[in-house]
């Protein structure tokens, strides 16, 4: 895993990108709508030139430091720092890309066991050196980065990536064990020469790991079929500098209040997650796509609701929004306002005369999983719910399916094009998720042309509950330099500010981290995080863990 | 729903019994098994024998207390006290049918608000009186025990009962939100009128509120289809003596540790859960009942895994091992050892030569439900999952469906007759059910033989997991006079460490409350009861809730 180089500086394996030249007919319209300066190229400058505060820590400490993880476990080197110094948003991007990176941790220790984490822990309480987990590092709300204040002696980030071992698989029970630095593919491979998945695939997945999964409540992209991580997650044991907690895991346990949810979607502040116990499912024999085109982002939710409702919701569902679906239509070479090219025309001619539009309509992708019966029922329950939609044909879910990976690399191109680029999301139940959508969109059109003077927004619904569902938004405008993180904070504010006002999740998947730390007492209530510190004081006493990140983050 | 009385001394309605003569070839069965003394019969002594201690609360105490819940909203009647000073395992029956009550609350409350348990909890902590949250009384586990110690003022039972208002229905999203006092029936039909189910019908579904499923993790018949109350409740809150939480119904969230998760389970330890917002699903519109023979219990056991791991469970499976089949069939009139009666001889006597028999047999009952195409659907996966097994039609589920409430008043009969009958449960995962079916099992018949001199123990699986299944055993003994209490702790303990010590659940759906606090330790850790006490602590600095329950219970 670890021989293949990941870039510093933006999305992903060193040697992939994706050019947003390559897409011109989309190309030309993300231009004309932000009215971008084409001649505009922003630079990656090289990394010994990204400027880091020198690490705190004395040759001694480091020592001391490389003793408990064993040597080669540690490290000081620029490189390190750097690319453990921010995680994957928007906003720690376009720092990398500033050259003025105003934290590092001060060392990047890369335990091998628990033991190690327990011995770093001690050493970090005595010596009040705050720590940062580590997983992946894809953290898009701030989740990776040190912002221990001038209280703490330094900091140490633990990179998890050494503890990667698979501990066991009870195929009877399908179940694995694991611990918590094991990354996608990794897992997925283990289980699948078993004729197991985990099912979670979150568009991070190549590189992000099971502890940074339970950690921030991760969400994949069949989440209607396995749930989120907090359904997979059975037992788990997390170390912290005072304790440590172990869950068993057990089907079904009524032990009183569940520590195993204390410990999801703690972020790294109540301490380190070192392995975990997971159900795991036969893998589907049967695989199917489906793509249907609703004359309205409404007509579309209401038919995800429908599925929901009816218990047949297909595997995957992802509903693009009117401006998303123009946006993938452009992806594919159809321009707006000219429904042609990609070999698509006729067919959408021919719809056209019926009502529906790419320029207009609501694009629904599909999958289906498992027995090819199950795959039958439910291909043919969802049609039945979406009578209002035409088919579009298996082609673009299935486009959608190989490509799931890739987007994070467009966007790189992107900033390197000058484009203000980011996501955000939020749920909400079915009867408010409209008013949700609605006020997010707003917000973030209003805060886009202030900032950037325009905006393009665009959003869609990829999990589905009974009572409700996600939105994520997508946003682009036109970045100006040296103002990119100004810009970002104050979309970013108001949106946020958005949705918690119109009654929507203050995150759906990304968690809370350091950007969603201040409005999480809105959430929560003052009582809510009173006791989430009455809980981060009995297992971390010194507060070294993770500072400025969830309950210690906020305001 | 107050105005049809209650047993004070057994379960469920007075005008309701179920003598265990009316099943006379199940009478004889048991009878002959556990070597009964057939002129045995067990009284119950008028309400007024049963002695309690005088209340301790003072007539100005007892004026102060009424102002905050309202006039006719407190009691200190004999009736009252005797009816809220015990649950419903059978070591209370016994303890209440003995006419010694060692405890009883000082006085019962009914708070007709949440302004009400508010002022209540406020006053509590100035006086340090105990409260014990009173929903519908049904916990076999001493969960609503008043188990104050002398360093109490006195023990107030805050009985919710008055608390049962629906406070909306949001039919798009499929949501109701109602207070905790509400019980089964009335929030069905509620429900119901708008096309709706809650899908949540635990065998004391008439009795039992929404407090109480929330407070101790309830599970329903249905769970397979619709999961526990853990996963019905989206929202919530909690008034605690310190602190009030309010956790908002939202679908999907991804905030933190889920204080949702801390209450659920809290078993009126941490406050008292005043209202909640749960998921309601569309009524089914079709419902179909079937049923199966297995060779062995373990052939149905795979046969479950095989539809869990499937996807396609039935709604409802309820596999009886081979002493519990027997049981059955005694109770349907085909007497052990002569396969006849009740209509069933014929096709018994056939199945016979293919090798099945009610005497060493194990049967399923099913239960489909929702549109008829899903119906259709998982009747068919089902039947191919179950291809080892004979089909014995709908009748058995049927039955056991229009039954499924009843089967509690069969015990307080057998009571009268001298039987000591209780139930225990627990939950592992598939590769360990069989050796926790194997020593729970082991270790209720030898408790039985050494107290009872002689023993019969059920056992069926009514809850199943993607990863493993609930283990739900019916032991039945002798019992003999004034030993009831001992020899009941004495089987108890046995069973209890047989589970732990094997890996299964300490509890499956019935709680810890005061009979499995001893245990917790060893299911959660040190660590665990620490972050458990220190979350107390948070709540209800003063200790106030629910004295001897769940984590203060433990030793």
């Not at 231009?31 to 090289?46: I, M, T």
């Not at 940062?132 to 900091?155: C, I, M, R």
């Not at 067919?347 to 289906?368: D, P």
């Amino acid at each position: 895993m670890e021989s293949r180089a990941v870039k510093w500086w933006g999305w992903g394996w060193e040697d992939r990108s994706r050019p947003v030249e390559g897409l011109p007919v989309l190309w030309r319209y993300v231009q004309e709508r932000l009215k971008l300066d084409s001649a505009v190229r922003r630079r990656v400058p090289p990394i010994e030139q990204v400027r880091i505060p020198p690490s705190l820590l004395s040759p001694d400490e480091l020592a001391e430091l490389e003793k408990l993880v064993g040597e080669g476990n540690l490290s000081v080197a620029h490189e390190d720092r750097v690319a453990h110094a921010v995680g994957r948003s928007y906003k720690d991007l376009v720092r990398l890309r500033s050259g003025n990176l105003y934290r590092a941790p001060d060392a990047v220790l890369f335990p091998e066991d628990e033991d190690s984490v327990q011995g770093v822990l001690e050493l970090a309480r005595r010596r009040r050196y705050a720590i940062v987990p580590f997983g992946g590092g894809t953290s898009v709300v701030g989740g990776v980065e040190p912002l221990a204040d001038g209280t703490y002696a330094a900091t140490l980030t633990l990179d998890l990536r050494r503890m990667h071992r698979i501990k066991g698989i009870d195929d009877l029970s399908g179940l694995v064990a694991a611990e918590a630095g094991i990354r996608g593919p990794l897992l997925e491979e283990a289980l699948n020469a078993k004729g197991l998945t985990l099912g979670h695939f979150p568009q991070s997945w190549e590189f992000s790991t099971l502890g940074g999964w339970i950690a921030t409540r991760a969400a994949g992209g069949l989440s209607n079929r396995y749930g989120r991580i907090d359904d997979l997650v059975v037992g788990l044991r997390l170390v912290s500098p005072a304790r440590a907690i172990e869950v068993r895991p057990l089907p079904g346990e009524d032990h009183g209040p569940d520590l195993k949810e204390l410990i999801l979607g703690s972020e790294g502040t109540l301490g380190v997650i070192t392995e975990a116990t997971l159900r795991a499912y036969p893998m589907p024999s049967t695989r199917r796509f489906g793509s249907r085109l609703f004359r309205t982002f409404g007509e579309g939710l209401a038919a995800l609701r429908a599925m929901a409702r009816d218990g047949s919701l297909p595997d995957m569902t992802y509903l693009s929004d009117e401006e998303e679906t123009r946006f993938a239509a452009a992806q594919a070479g159809v321009a707006p306002g000219r429904p042609s090219g990609a070999g698509m025309g006729l067919a959408l001619k021919i719809l056209g005369t019926r009502g529906y539009s790419l320029q207009q309509g609501s694009l629904l992708l599909m999958e289906f999983e498992g027995s090819s019966t199950r795959v039958a029922h439910r291909r043919r329950r969802a049609v039945r719910m979406a009578v209002s939609s035409a088919n579009l044909g298996s082609g673009p879910a299935r486009r959608w399916h190989s490509e799931r990976f890739e987007m994070p690399y467009l966007r790189d191109s992107l900033i390197d094009h000058g484009v203000l680029v980011d996501t955000v999301e939020t749920a909400a139940s079915w009867s408010n998720l409209p008013t949700v959508y609605r006020a997010g969109g707003k917000a973030l059109q209003e805060a886009l042309w202030e900032t950037c003077g325009a905006g393009l927004v665009l959003c869609h619904v990829s999990h589905v509950y009974p009572d409700g569902a996600s939105l994520y938004f997508t946003f682009f405008g036109k970045s100006t330099e040296g103002k990119e993180v100004a810009h970002w904070e104050a979309i970013k504010d108001a949106v946020t500010t958005a949705f918690v006002d119109a009654g929507g999740a203050l995150s759906h998947h990304h968690g809370i981290g350091a950007d969603h730390a201040p409005y999480l007492r809105r959430v929560i209530g003052e009582d809510g995080l009173v006791v989430l510190n009455a809980l981060k004081r009995e297992l971390d006493p010194e507060g070294i863990m993770n500072p400025g990140k969830l309950m210690t983050g906020s305001r």
